[in-house]
Nanobody, 123 residues
Framework: QVQLVESGGGLVQAGGSLRLSCAASGGTFSSYVMGWFRQAPGKEREFAAA????????YYADSVKGRFIISRDNAKNTVYLQMNSLKPEDTAVYYC????????????????WGKGTLVTVSS
C-alpha cells in the first residue's frame, strides 16, 4: 500500500513563496505519475500540477502556470511543489496524489492520496 505524506504548508503573505513536499513509501515511486491538487473552502478539488515518471515532463493548470514548479527526486521518493508569487486565491488544502499506470491529471484517475497540507495566503 502506497502512503503519501505532505508537508510544508503554512501561512504566507501575498507575493511570498512556499515549498511543499510529499514523501512516498510502500511502492515503486519512480514508476508513478505524481500530481498536486488543491481544494479551497467550499470548492471542489482541482488539479494544480503533475510530473511524469522518468523524464520529469511537467504539466500545470493555467491558474498556477508560471508561478508553481513541480519536481521530483526519485532517489528520495519525494515530489515537491515550489509555489512563488502566491495569491490569496491560492489558499487551499494541497494534496499529493499518485497514479500507478499511465498519464492522467484527472483527480478521479489518481490511485493514492495524501491527507493534505493547508496553505493560507494573506492579503
Amino acid at each position: 500500500q502506497v502512503q503519501l505524506v505532505e508537508s510544508g504548508g503554512g501561512l504566507v503573505q501575498a507575493g511570498g513563496s512556499l515549498r511543499l513536499s510529499c514523501a512516498a513509501s510502500g511502492g515503486t515511486f519512480s514508476s508513478y505519475v505524481m500530481g498536486w491538487f488543491r481544494q479551497a473552502p467550499g470548492k471542489e478539488r482541482e488539479f494544480a500540477a503533475a510530473i511524469t515518471q522518468n523524464f520529469g515532463s511537467t504539466y500545470y493548470a493555467d491558474s498556477v502556470k508560471g508561478r508553481f514548479i513541480i519536481s521530483r527526486d526519485n532517489a528520495k521518493n519525494t515530489v515537491y511543489l515550489q509555489m512563488n508569487s502566491l495569491k490569496p486565491e491560492d489558499t487551499a488544502v494541497y494534496y499529493c496524489a499518485a497514479r500507478v499506470d499511465g498519464w492522467s491529471t484527472r483527480k478521479d484517475d489518481m490511485n493514492y492520496w495524501g491527507k493534505g497540507t493547508l496553505v493560507t495566503v494573506s492579503s
